[in-house]
């Protein structure tokens, strides 16, 4: 009786083992089978634009995004301060996030001066907590010594440390 059960438990092993083996061998013939690839056609244009203007396109189109923006902030900022019905706490701290961001915005144009100055050209620079972001043609960013630079007028600038400065290439 009980050889008789090691013998059933011996095939069970036997025919789990052989399932086994025939599941590997199907999953690797699956597996080897090469994939299907479909090409897909469509129409291209191509327009030759100078990498200057493309540069100075997207970068303009930056700087008057950014400005804007601070506009909008600083327009809703001082609707806060002017508005009679608001109390003085939101006004004192609409008066504070005011100051705060004529700072920055003061710090920006004099960090992106700078770097102008240095000959990198026109950069926009934009200040956060606890970061800058330069955002610079790639030309003036193309070897290590001007990233290093830039990086390190900006930290000095905004007072910063280095690892808190970010460049970032206008498109080309």
């Given at each position: 009786m009980n050889d008789e059960?090691?013998?059933a438990a011996r095939?069970?092993?036997t025919a789990g083992c052989a399932v086994l083996v025939a599941l590997l061998a199907a999953c690797s013939y699956l597996g080897a089978r090469q994939p299907q690839v479909s090409a897909v056609s469509?129409?291209?244009a191509v327009e030759t634009i100078s990498a200057r203007a493309l540069a100075a396109a997207s970068l303009e189109q930056t700087q008057q995004k950014l400005r804007q923006e601070r506009e909008n902030a600083l327009a809703l900022l001082q609707s806060v301060i002017d508005d009679p019905d608001a109390g003085s706490d939101a006004k004192n701290e609409a008066l504070k996030e005011k100051t705060a961001l004529a700072?920055?915005?003061e710090a920006e144009a004099e960090t992106a001066e700078l770097l102008s100055h240095m000959g990198f050209g026109e950069t926009a620079v934009v200040l956060g907590e606890g970061s800058v972001?330069?955002?610079a043609p790639w030309q003036a960013a193309e070897n290590e010594q001007s990233r290093v630079r830039i990086i390190d007028a900006a930290?000095?600038?905004t007072g910063?440390?280095?690892e808190c400065v970010k460049i970032i290439l206008s498109k080309k």
């Open positions: 059960r090691e013998r095939r069970v092993r469509v129409p291209v700072k920055r915005m972001t330069v955002i930290a000095t600038q910063l440390a280095p």
